[in-house]
Nanobody, 122 residues
C-alpha cells in the first residue's frame, strides 16, 4: 500500500485547511493512519492517529480541540481538518501507517507519503 498526502498551502493565522491522505490498494477501514509534521530545523513530531478498526482518534496536546481526523472508507482517504491555525503549525505534514510499537513514535510507521507543506502566516 502507498499513501499520498495533499491539501497543504498558505493560510493566515486563525484559518483552516483540510489535508487528505489517500491509500492505494487498501481500504482505510483496515489501516491505522497517523499524521506527523516536521518544521524547519526540527524533528518530525506526532500529530494524530485514527484507528482503522473503530475510528478512535488520538492527538498531540498542542492540536487537541483544533485538529480533527476523519476518514472516508469508500474513497480510501483519511482527512486532517486543521482549524484555528497558528504560525507554529507551519510544517511539512506526512501521513503514514502505524504498524508496531508506540503509536507516537515514527519508527513504528511505514508507507510514508511524500508530505505536504502547510504555511501559516501571522
Amino acid at each position: 500500500v502507498q499513501l499520498q498526502a495533499s491539501g497543504g498551502g498558505l493560510v493566515q493565522a486563525g484559518g483552516s485547511l483540510r489535508l487528505s491522505c489517500v491509500a492505494s490498494k487498501r481500504t482505510t477501514r483496515k489501516l491505522d493512519v497517523g499524521w506527523f509534521r516536521q518544521a524547519a530545523g526540527k524533528e518530525r513530531e506526532f500529530v494524530g492517529l485514527i484507528y482503522g478498526a473503530d475510528g478512535i482518534t488520538e492527538y498531540v496536546d498542542s492540536v487537541k480541540g483544533r485538529f480533527i481526523l476523519s476518514r472516508d472508507d469508500a474513497r480510501n482517504t483519511v482527512f486532517l481538518q486543521m482549524n484555528s491555525l497558528k504560525s507554529e503549525d507551519t510544517a511539512v505534514y506526512y501521513c503514514a501507517i502505524w504498524r508496531s510499537g508506540s503509536p507516537y513514535d515514527e519508527s513504528g510507521y511505514g508507507a510514508w507519503g511524500q508530505g505536504t507543506l502547510v504555511t501559516v502566516s501571522s
